[in-house]
């Protein structure tokens, strides 16, 4: 672990990992109940939820319970199971929509880092060769569409916007035109956070929904909920509302840099199963990283 976003990475883990078999030495000691029970309040205090955290514990009890086991065995073993619940849910985004172009529609609460991750994501795909277009769906506050055509131009894209306080859905629509006639690779559409109510929201993302499905059935292809790790628990809430206001296909994890509560990434997992795509772990360009649940499970654990 020696680059900066990984070690940027530690710094968000810290908490669990510290705590971990705290009671432990380098001296072989025997996996009793006590230090499984420690084990269990490390976890749920590091946000990976109470049902991550007994079946962690239960696995632990069940490979090792009365076996000599060193700290840092202890740790090794925990990032183990982390990694078994992790595994299943690692899953990139990757672009395979035919026709193109693939709709990627960004959605989440407000500041949880929607359009700094819209803007690494075309970053991303540009990298990779893909024609990116971007639509400024969230017309809500006039700002939102100066900083998302400021990262268009950053990633070197196109960006549909329209007027402040304008339709979202008329903008969208214009963009997958566009993005038809030209023959791009990926939409990506951003969407404001910051609506009245649930109600609003659940209409305005129905909305888009379905001027997305007229002029491409398939469309949306994705529906990415952007989650802030600092929310710990309070993410998981997030997960229900927006499955039921817009029918959620996957998870990007945004300030995993620095923050205590990243833990929460795992109780997600073992809760939600969806498919998580990357992880944010700074506010530039390049800071979107490919979720890799080994790496994640060791940070966690405090091994890697
Ligand atoms: N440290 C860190 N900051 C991030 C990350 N992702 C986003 N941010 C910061 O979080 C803040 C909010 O990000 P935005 O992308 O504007 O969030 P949003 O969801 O579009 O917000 P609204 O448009 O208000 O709904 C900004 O200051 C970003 O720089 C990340 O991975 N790490
Ligand atoms: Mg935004």
New binding site residues.
């Given amino acids: 672990m020696s680059t900066s976003w990984s070690d940027r990475l530690l710094g968000g883990f810290r908490k669990t990992s510290e705590r971990l078999g705290a009671n432990l030495t380098g001296v072989a000691t025997r996996l009793d109940e006590a230090t499984l029970d420690d084990v269990e309040d490390a976890l749920i205090i590091s946000d990976l939820g109470p049902a991550a955290a007994a079946r962690i514990r239960a696995k632990l009890k069940e490979k090792s319970f009365g076996l000599e086991i060193t700290q840092r065995e202890l740790k090794e073993a925990v990032a183990e199971e982390i990694a078994e619940i992790l595994r299943p849910v690692a899953k990139p985004l990757e672009i395979t929509a035919f026709p193109r172009p693939q709709v990627i529609l960004v959605i989440?609460v407000?500041?949880?880092?929607?359009?700094?991750?819209i803007a690494k994501l075309a970053h991303l795909f540009t990298e990779d060769d893909y024609g990116v277009l971007l639509a400024a769906g969230?017309t809500f506050r006039a700002a939102?569409i100066g900083?998302l055509a400021t990262w268009a131009e950053r990633a070197g894209v196109d960006l549909v916007r329209g007027p402040e306080g304008g339709d979202p859905a008329s903008i969208v629509f214009d963009a997958v035109k566009q993005a038809t006639d030209t023959g791009i690779d990926a939409l990506v559409v951003d969407t404001?956070?910051?609506l009245q109510n649930k109600k609003e929201l659940m209409e305005e993302l129905a909305k888009i929904r379905r001027v997305l499905g007229r002029l491409n059935e398939e469309a949306p292809h994705d529906v990415v909920l952007?989650l802030d790790a600092t929310n710990g628990q309070n993410a998981l809430s997030q997960i229900d509302v927006f499955q039921e206001v817009a029918g959620v296909t996957g998870l990007i994890m945004?300030?995993?840099?620095?923050t205590a509560r990243g833990g929460v990434l795992v109780a997600a997992a073992e809760q939600y199963g969806l498919p998580i795509h990357a992880i944010?772990?700074?506010?530039k360009m390049e800071?979107l990283r490919p979720f890799d649940p080994d790496l994640v499970a060791r940070v966690i654990a405090g091994v890697a």
């Fill in positions: 989440g407000n500041g949880s880092g929607k359009t700094t991750t969230d939102a900083q404001a956070g910051r952007v945004t300030k995993l840099d620095g944010g772990v700074g506010e800071d």
